[in-house]
């Protein structure tokens, strides 16, 4: 499967963005989705999940309660609402697949199959 992420761009603190993560050549309702970010010098880091079905979702505890992640399997598209954002939030944002098919937590990258190109969300203070 191809991801192509979209919607990065440059924000003051406090403001909003949403990214987009296209996906294709697969079939995108069995795959649990991801999004992760790489800040400059540093590892790449959890974000969000959601489950195949979208039922389940979870976050990294430095955006619980600020970001949203939601999936659309009619339009292979996942998303990624960031509300209150913050400097530390500056890094570019990458969306990724696995194949496994239950509700359970994917947080590392490993876990991984397939990765997006990624987008730079920069956050100015």
């Known amino acids: 499967v191809q991801l192509q992420a979209s919607g990065g761009g440059l924000v003051q603190a406090g403001g909003s963005l949403r990214l987009s993560c296209a996906a294709s050549?697969?079939?995108?309702?069995?795959?649990?989705m991801g999004w992760f970010r790489q800040a400059p010098g540093k590892e790449r880091e959890f974000v969000a999940g959601?489950?195949?079905?979208?039922?389940?979702?979870y976050y990294a505890d430095s955006v619980k309660g600020r970001f949203t992640i939601s999936r659309d399997n009619a339009r292979n598209t996942v998303y990624l609402q960031m509300n209150s954002l913050k400097p530390e939030d500056t890094a570019v944002h990458y969306c990724?697949?696995?194949?496994?098919?239950?509700?359970?937590?994917?947080?590392?990258?490993?876990?991984?199959?397939?990765w997006g190109q990624g987008t730079l969300v920069t956050v100015s203070s």
């Open positions: 959601i489950s195949w079905s979208g039922g389940s979702t």
């Open positions: 050549g697969g079939t995108f309702s069995s795959y649990g």
């Open positions: 990724a697949a696995h194949r496994s098919s239950d509700s359970g937590s994917y947080i590392t990258t490993y876990e991984y199959d397939y």
